[in-house]
């Protein structure tokens, strides 16, 4: 497996992650990207722009999930189709 594929996966996996716990906005957030990205050896800024895009995919996500809920009757959707949503992105 090449490392091109191993970062597509990885980037997978924390969006179900994401998806599934959830995101805890709070103050000292930046603060802990500037320590994580130091940590795993890139940049802030670059942190910082993974961390902003990520969360704005998020948030639509969850506005895109609640508006297929009214729109759907019984209000269910189904968890493939918003798996499937995220690995074609």
Request: charged share 35%; glycine share 8%; net charge negative.
């Amino acid at each position: 497996m090449d490392k091109t594929r191993m970062g597509e996966i990885a980037l997978l996996v924390l969006k179900r992650q994401l998806r599934t716990r959830g995101i805890y906005l709070r103050p000292g957030l930046k603060r802990e990207i500037r320590r994580t990205s130091k940590e795993i050896g890139i940049s802030y800024e670059e942190g910082l722009t993974f961390a902003e895009i990520l969360t704005r995919e998020y948030v639509e996500f969850i506005f895109t999930e609640s508006r297929q809920r009214e729109d759907t009757p019984g209000g269910i959707t189904s968890g493939d189709d918003v798996e499937d949503d995220l690995v074609h992105r």
